[in-house]
Structure formats: structure tokens, C-alpha cells
């Protein structure tokens, strides 16, 4: 008698004597692969905090190096690789004089009075009365106010050493006030020397002679420095076969030497001589240093 091999359908009994087929295990449900780490993609994904942080950096960055330049006044230029080179300038120093030698239309006087007496009040009447004498005499040669200056007041006590005693003697005071007259008439100034000393000028300091407007002659003296200059550099360039281009520097000096002709005091209206005034002439200096450019 042969069995029914076919296994029977769920929720059916097996047939009575005949022993059902043990059931047979699930196969196993396959393990799911390890995961693995893979980089994000680069697409255009969510704008992350940090993202935003570096974005905004940059751009702060670019208007920097764009704006800064034009806030603080200085351009930013772009140079070229080619153009570093620079060319040498060939230069030719040479120093240039100009002199030129005018009679003076000012002389300047330094006139004092020196009094001494007993005391100090004496002193000072004397030496006050005679310098305002001497002012006035200095003002009817034609001199004005303005050209009178004080230039010094002083007193001094004045002692006796002769004697045997160590210790010296007062025996006086002695007060001076010296004045500056500016004489603009040359043709005035030995009658404002005489007149000062009659009228009781003990001093004459000196007398110095000047322009009043050197200009005129120093722009004569500067034409003639220039003119010096430009002859040697001209001479110098031809020499070395080549020319002048352009001027790179000037510097110019000028002097006026001031020479000073009588000093002292005098007794020449007390002997009836004018005092002898020689004026002689007044020398404008000007020399220039020029740096010309050659080739």
C-alpha cells in the first residue's frame, strides 16, 4: 500500500497511522551589508552656519582691497613686470657768481652819550638832557622819528683803586644811552655826524652802509650767476660730446658785504672841520649752484 507523498494543506489532518513530515525551519534572512561611509556629495545642497561664515569673510575681503585704497587718498597701480627698469640721469654740476657793485643810499649811525657823576640822579639829568640835545640836532639834519632807535641804557658805578685800602672807592656813577640813526640822505650824513657831536654825542659806534631795496640788484647779480653757470656747464657738456637737456636743481646764495668806514668819537666840529664821510660802493653777491641734465 503506498503512501500519499503529498504533504498536506494547512488546516488539514495527516491520514490516521501514517506519521507527518516534521515541519522545516525558515531559511535565514540574508544580513543586511555594513554601512559605509561615503563623502557628501558636491551639489548644491543646504547652506550650513559655517558655509555662510567663510562666504561672508570673502566678500568682505574683496571690498576691502577694492574700497580701502580710494578711503585712505592713495591709488593702488598696478605694475608692470616690464617696466621696472628705470633710466639714469646724467647730470653736470657747475656754480655760477654774479656780482654787482652800486653806490648805498642808507647809512646806519650809532651815537651815545656817556655822563659821569656823584650820584646816580646827577648822572642821569646829565646823560638825559644831552641825548635829548642830541636827538634834536639829528631831527633838524632831516632824519624822522621812526629812523631813532635806543639801543642801549645802562649805568655803572665807578670806583676809585688807587688808594691803599683794600677795598676801592666809590667815587661816582656813570650812566650811557646809545641811540641807531638811520640816515636816508647820504648827501645829509656828515652834518647829522657833526650836529650830534656839537650837540653833546660823546660816542660814535660806527657807520655801516646799505640798500634799502637790493632787490633790483640782486635780480641783476642772479642773471649774471645764471648766465656764469650755464657758460661752464656748456663748455663742460661740449667737451664730453654731449648737451644740455634741462635743469634738475638750483640753489642760489646771496650776500651784501656791509663795510664800515669811521668810528670813534671826534672833535672835528669843535675845530671847524666837517667830518670827511666816504660812502663808497655796496657789493651784491649772488652765486648759484645748478644741476643740469645731460645727453
Known amino acids: ?45 543646504p547652506i550650513t552656519f559655517g558655509r555662510a561664515i567663510a562666504i561672508t569673510a570673502a566678500a568682505c575681503l574683496v571690498i576691502g582691497i577694492i574700497v580701502g585704497p ?19 640721469e646724467h647730470t653736470v654740476n657747475v656754480t655760477g657768481a654774479g656780482e654787482v657793485s652800486v653806490a648805498p643810499d642808507v647809512a646806519d649811525i650809532v651815537l651815545g652819550v656817556m655822563v659821569q657823576k656823584p650820584t646816580v640822579a646827577a648822572a642821569q639829568s646829565a646823560a638825559a638832557t644831552s641825548m635829548a640835545a642830541v636827538v ?9 622819528a621812526r629812523d631813532i632807535l635806543t639801543v642801549n641804557v645802562s649805568l655803572s658805578p665807578v670806583y676809585d683803586y688807587s688808594v691803599s685800602s683794600s677795598t676801592p672807592r666809590l667815587v661816582g656813577q656813570q650812566f650811557t644811552n646809545t641811540i641807531k ?70 640753489t642760489e646764495t646771496t650776500s651784501q658785504p ?7 668819537a671826534t672833535d672835528a666840529k669843535a675845530a671847524g672841520v666837517s667830518t670827511p664821510i666816504q660812502t663808497g660802493t655796496t657789493d651784491v653777491l649772488v652765486q648759484v649752484t645748478v644741476t643740469y641734465l645731460i645727453g
Open 1 to 45: 500500500m503506498s503512501a500519499n507523498a503529498t504533504d498536506p494543506r494547512p488546516g488539514q489532518q495527516s491520514p490516521a497511522g501514517v506519521d507527518a513530515p516534521a515541519a522545516q525551519p525558515a531559511p535565514p534572512t540574508p544580513a543586511a551589508p555594513p554601512a559605509v561611509d561615503r563623502p557628501p556629495e558636491r551639489g548644491a545642497g
Open 70 to 88: 580710494i578711503i585712505s587718498g592713495h591709488a593702488t597701480v598696478a605694475t608692470d613686470a616690464t617696466s621696472t627698469s628705470t633710466t639714469v
Open 136 to 144: 634834536a640836532a639829528v631831527k633838524k639834519d632831516g632824519v624822522d
Open 181 to 250: 640813526v638811520t640816515v636816508r640822505d647820504i648827501t645829509s650824513l656828515a652834518a647829522v655826524v657833526d650836529d650830534s657831536l656839537a650837540a653833546g654825542a660823546t660816542t660814535v659806534g660806527g657807520i655801516s652802509f646799505r640798500l634799502n631795496d637790493p632787490k633790483s640788484v640782486q635780480a641783476q647779480a642772479r642773471s649774471q650767476a645764471m648766465a656764469d653757470a650755464r657758460a661752464k656747464a656748456d663748455a663742460l657738456a661740449s667737451a664730453a660730446g654731449v648737451s644740455i637737456k634741462g635743469v634738475a636743481s638750483i
Open 258 to 264: 656791509t663795510p664800515v668806514y669811521y668810528s670813534g
